[in-house]
């Protein structure tokens, strides 16, 4: 009996998938989780044989939980992804993950590749293999790129001048950063730098942070540079504060 965790951050796909494949005589689903931080926890407490995490599933995205879950347990880990990108797949078998399976597979296919995995195989799909071959490489510089990965995690300009350590003082930081933003954006096309970071996660160029670590921190270092105290301004009126003139000296007779 090959004993399975499924996760995906969608109910419907989730139990879906659950419900399909508990159907299988040597295929048994242990646990359920709808994120990528749960799945790992869950991982660690019932020990599966096989994992199956949707690539996209926050926070922060299902190939970081395949990461923590390879790096800890021998469960091996199959990802499913609406979007199946070249340089993603390069970074999951870098990983260790044995399966990448596009949410276009039949309904059947899951059910077939999961013994061969949990028996030692891999399997990855046919398109997406084909594919990795003839990727474009990125053009985007190493700076634009940790703009677009801050940039995903919703932060502001502000923020993500912080993030990038760009950040010298309330101002200056942040007009670097709107520098290097129309360059990352102009390689996808993309309307918004929030969908310019999107595209560059789905190609593989960035890698998902800790959303909640790293704006936290941003925020907190932003608090510090806009709560200095500020000058104490006098209580005298701006007449009264005139400076009076100096009195003459004189010579005692």
Request: net charge positive.
């Amino acid at each position: 009996m090959i004993r399975l965790l499924i996760a995906d951050d969608e109910d419907l796909v989730r139990s879906a998938l659950a419900a399909l494949l508990a159907l299988e005589d040597d295929l048994a689903v242990v646990a359920e989780a709808s994120a990528s931080t749960e799945a790992v926890r869950l991982a660690r407490e019932f020990r599966p044989d096989l994992a199956v995490l949707d690539l996209e599933m926050p926070p922060p995205d299902g190939l970081r939980a395949a990461e923590e879950i390879g790096a800890e347990l021998p469960t091996r880990v199959v990802l499913v992804t609406r979007h199946a990108r070249p340089a993603v797949l390069r970074r999951a078998l870098s990983a260790g993950v044995r399966g990448f399976v596009p949410k276009t597979t039949p309904a059947a296919r899951p059910a077939e590749i999961i013994p061969d995995v949990a028996a030692g195989r891999r399997y990855v799909d046919p398109d997406i293999a084909a594919s990795a071959l003839t990727e474009d490489d990125c053009s985007l510089s190493d700076r634009e790129l940790q703009v677009l990965r801050a940039a995903r995690t919703g932060a502001s300009v502000a923020e993500i001048a912080v993030e990038v350590h760009l950040a010298q003082g309330t101002g200056t930081g942040t007009g670097t950063v709107r520098n290097y933003l129309p360059a990352a954006m102009s390689e996808p096309g993309a309307p918004t730098r929030h969908a310019a970071a999107h595209h560059a996660w789905q190609q593989g160029w960035i890698r998902a942070g800790n959303r909640n670590r790293s704006v936290a921190r941003n925020r907190s270092v932003l608090g510090t540079l806009s709560t200095r105290p500020a000058r104490t301004a006098s209580p005298w009126p701006a007449a009264s504060r005139t400076r009076l003139p100096r009195p003459r000296s004189f010579r005692r007779g």
